[in-house]
């Protein structure tokens, strides 16, 4: 069975550094990969998403991933980050063959001024 | 357009009721996707449709639950003889084409209380 890790469960960054959210899967077939963003009080919100090609995807606000297959790895980043992006951050899984989405149990990135 | 809705936004019930959960899915959208998210975890697949056709049910905890989507928009997830245990917010999506189910769009959900 597909899985998702999310190594850090809290993020704290100052305003303006760079942030890294880490995310790792574990799958022996082809993968899409995705990235989440959960506001306070509202829904799901697609960031990116990685189905083939370039190993580096761009998404909305700024960030990017890049996915790793050999270490099986689709890290967000971004290089300077606001206030605003404080939220909760998940990165899912799916595959070819199912339609089902696979989430990692979230990490909470709190950006401080 | 209208995004994916959810009714109700919150919902409060006591210990053996029966719930009904309500989604709306983006018009036109083909498939449609339950999941449920407990505090402090990430979504966790319940089931799905494509059109009134219920494909995936795996993720159903027990057969308490149960889901259906008979005109093929409109969905909604039962819950029977509620526990304190369901407590959870209840997410739903849906995306344009079977093809496109990577694409999903999901809705504010429905934070369910069993008391």
């Known amino acids: 069975a597909q899985s998702v890790t999310q190594l850090d469960s809290q993020v704290p960054v100052f305003e303006e550094a760079p942030v890294e959210l880490r995310c790792n899967y574990s799958?022996?077939?082809?993968?899409?990969l995705f990235w989440y963003v959960q506001y306070p009080n509202q829904g799901l919100q697609l960031l990116l998403k990685?189905?083939?090609?370039?190993?580096l995807v761009k998404g909305i606000n700024g960030f990017e991933a890049e996915f790793n297959k050999s270490q099986t790895s689709f890290h967000l980043r971004k290089p300077s980050v606001h206030i605003s992006d404080t939220a909760e951050y998940f990165c899912?899984?799916?595959?070819?063959?199912?339609?089902?989405?696979?989430f990692g149990t979230g990490t909470r990135l709190q950006v401080f001024p | 357009g209208a995004g994916v809705s959810q009714s109700p936004r919150y919902k409060v019930t006591k210990r053996g009721q029966d719930v009904a959960l309500r989604c709306d899915p983006i018009?036109?959208?083909?498939?449609l996707y339950w999941y449920r998210q407990a505090l402090g975890q990430g979504p966790e697949f319940l089931t799905y449709?494509?059109?009134?056709?219920?494909?995936?049910k795996s993720g159903l905890p027990n057969d308490r639950f149960s889901a259906e989507r008979p005109e093929g928009s409109i969905s909604t997830l039962t819950i029977q003889r509620t526990e304190q245990r369901d407590s959870a917010m209840y997410r739903c999506?849906?995306?344009?084409?079977?093809?496109?189910?990577?694409?999903?769009?999901f809705g504010p959900g429905t934070r369910l209380t069993v008391t």
């Open positions: 990685y189905l083939s090609g370039s190993t």
């Open positions: 449709f494509n059109y009134e056709a219920q494909q995936d």
């Open positions: 799958s022996s077939v082809s993968v899409y």
């Open positions: 018009s036109g959208h083909v498939s």
């Open positions: 899912a899984v799916s595959d070819s063959d199912t339609d089902k989405l696979i």
């Open positions: 999506a849906s995306s344009a084409t079977r093809e496109s189910s990577y694409e999903q769009y």
